[in-house]
């Protein structure tokens, strides 16, 4: 086992390696980067960059917005935010400064990149970490109730409460929770901004955490709606797939009790498929899932971070942002197969490359 973590945790150098140059060479591509803002402001243009050309244009003599302003001022412009060297060096150098976690400085918010994922790192992780918890710890005792009794009338109702989750974004399920309990229409029950109160810091300890959970409870109950009705039906559908197996049957022809079969043969076969989509439903609700929630209710995390760098083309930040991301989500991939042995200690994944 130690030498199939070493190996995986050597295989993250080159996934990340690709994962960056691929979207480098992306970038490079897309129009409107921060050289072409920052002159279409000049010009009084106002980021009206369609037509301009891609980020490769933002240096040498082709590049449009040189016309009618001073070549001096262009080259000072590029220096400033580092597009006076060639592609192949500004991604080295980005390499380099990586290895030591030096994110670079952003180019419009004057802080650097990795102060500005350590600020906003308080939300994501509140709305990501509880929101997971709460979701397996609802979907997956849920979703065994519903394979053993499938086709009962708790399975029927059940099934419509998931209907509804489903089909509803979590968005909207968090419109709806401000509309009813934030002062939107009717009663003004939990805060709508922030993740604490103005006076959080004179609060008493006690009192700092039920702050810190009152601001939490409406974000995390629309993504919890918002997300649980998958991961309830995978548990269903693995857990039926496999009460219906042979070894099931001969265990109960054996004489074991009803919670011997399920708990003891059943489960740790059925939970491997949910301990697979875990480091993806994580990530999902760690980072992009939450962008739209915290935009609702108004909570400054790393998904609204992410998103308004890349519109903004603020290139440090999208690219500190994608490794962090990239690197959070290989590291839990590599728990999740961890995990495996822990559920089923007949897997060994050392035999299983030999």
């Not at 262009?74 to 991604?91: L, N, V, W």
């Not at 005792?141 to 053993?148: E, F, N, R, V």
């Not at 989500?329 to 299983?352: A, E, M, Q």
């Amino acid at each position: 086992m130690l030498s199939y973590i070493l190996r995986r945790l050597l295989l993250i150098i080159p996934t990340l390696f690709g994962i960056l140059l691929l979207n480098f060479i992306i970038v490079q591509a897309v129009p409107g980067g921060p050289v072409e803002q920052a002159i279409a402001k000049l010009e009084g243009l106002d980021g009206a960059l369609v037509g301009r050309g891609g980020a490769d244009q933002v240096s040498g003599p082709h590049y449009r917005g040189r016309q009618g302003l001073d070549p001096e001022l262009i080259a000072s412009i590029e220096r400033q935010y580092g597009f006076d060297k060639p592609p192949t060096e500004r991604f080295w150098l980005m390499l380099t400064n990586y290895l030591t976690l030096d994110f670079g400085e952003s180019f419009f918010r004057d802080t650097k990149v990795i102060d500005l994922i350590l600020e906003k790192m308080p939300v994501s992780i509140s709305l990501g970490l509880w929101s997971t918890l709460i979701v397996y710890l609802i979907s997956i005792p849920l979703g065994i109730a519903k394979a053993t009794r499938h086709g009962s009338p708790f399975d029927v109702w059940t099934s419509s409460i998931i209907v509804v989750g489903y089909a509803v974004p979590a968005f909207l399920f968090g419109v709806l929770l401000i509309l009813l309990f934030a002062g939107g229409s009717y009663w003004n029950w939990f805060p709508l901004r922030g993740l604490t109160s103005d006076d959080f810091d004179e609060l008493s300890f006690l009192g700092k955490i039920l702050d810190y959970f009152w601001h939490l409870v409406l974000p995390t109950t629309a993504i919890v709606i918002g997300n649980f009705a998958t991961l309830t039906l995978l548990t269903k559908n693995s857990f039926l797939d496999e009460i219906n197996k042979q070894y099931v049957m001969t265990a109960r022809a054996k004489g074991l009790s009803p919670n011997r079969v399920l708990y003891g043969h059943v489960f740790r076969n059925a939970m491997l498929i949910i301990i697979a989509g875990f480091p993806a439903a994580f990530i999902g609700m760690f980072f992009t899932g939450a962008l739209l929630i915290e935009v609702v209710f108004s909570l400054d995390g790393l998904g609204l971070l992410s998103f308004e760098s890349a519109i903004n083309r603020d290139y440090p930040v999208v690219f500190g942002t994608l490794f962090l991301f990239t690197l959070v989500g290989l590291l839990l991939k590599l728990v999740g197969d961890l995990t495996y042995t822990l559920v089923d200690p007949r897997i060994n994944f050392d035999s299983r490359e030999q």
